[in-house]
């Protein structure tokens, strides 16, 4: 089955502590991004690399890192610089060009204590 | 740059009646997309209707239709015949063409009456 796939669904993380979140796809597509969720503020954009070796920063991209070594894969790395990093976070993915639409993960529910 | 705006944070509407879900953009691209994605309690990600900017005519999707108004940057749904399954968050999002920047809105939670 093709898709998105995300892990953890649920993470606990200890303040001052960096952690990956996973994002990986085998729908062969180009684009890939991630977006941060809170309540009443929709979903906003942290990285999106169209490429393998090349991302953009989104709005709220302080205090994030990504990387694109591989087609399938765009981890998303939540920094000790990140001042609110409890959240929802959904990776998504899209062909790109003419082809529309992004398909989303399940997404990942990081808990910062 | 691209904005998009939800002015409406909660609608309730009757199940079987209608309801217009609103949604605002900006950009300066000619070249773009439009989309309402549906997040049900699951947190899921669901593509309800998409619109390419080229095109005159409304986008539908049996129940689900838009009012795309390209001068003046307004992109509303249309939800006909309401069904209890219909509530949920809904998204608006806008995508260039030519660098895939994909940005949403905050988003409209609706509800739906029985």
């Known amino acids: 089955d093709g898709g998105i796939t995300q892990s953890p669904k649920y993470l606990f993380r200890k303040e001052g502590q960096n952690v990956t979140l996973s994002c990986e796809q085998n729908?062969?597509?180009?684009?890939m991004y991630w977006y941060r969720q809170d309540p009443g503020q929709g979903l906003r954009l942290i990285y999106y690399?169209?490429?393998?070796?090349?991302?953009q920063k989104g709005d709220i991209a302080e205090g994030y890192s990504v990387s694109r070594e591989k087609k399938e894969s765009f981890p998303l790395t939540v920094t000790s610089a990140q001042k609110n990093p409890t959240a929802f976070y959904l990776c998504?993915?899209?062909?790109?060009?003419?082809?529309?639409?992004?398909?989303f993960g399940q997404g990942t529910r990081l808990t910062v204590v | 740059a691209q904005t998009v705006t939800q002015s409406q944070p909660e609608m309730s509407v009757q199940e079987a009646e209608t309801v217009t879900l609103s949604c605002t953009y900006d950009?300066?691209?000619?070249?773009?997309?439009l989309f309402w994605y549906k997040q049900p309690p699951s947190r899921q990600m669901i593509l309800v209707i998409r619109?390419?900017?080229?095109?005159?005519q409304n986008a539908t999707e049996n129940r689900f239709s838009v009012n795309f108004q390209k001068a003046a940057k307004s992109f509303s749904l249309k939800i006909s015949d309401s069904q209890l399954g219909d509530a949920a968050m809904y998204f608006c999002?806008?995508?260039?063409?030519?660098?895939?920047?994909?940005?949403f809105g905050a988003g409209t939670r609706l509800t739906v009456k029985p």
């Open positions: 998504a993915s899209s062909i790109g060009g003419l082809v529309t639409e992004a398909f």
């Open positions: 729908l062969n597509h180009d684009a």
């Open positions: 690399s169209q490429i393998v070796n090349d991302f």
């Open positions: 950009t300066s691209e000619s070249d773009y997309y």
């Open positions: 619109q390419e900017a080229y095109k005159q």
């Open positions: 999002a806008s995508k260039l063409y030519n660098n895939n920047d994909m940005r």
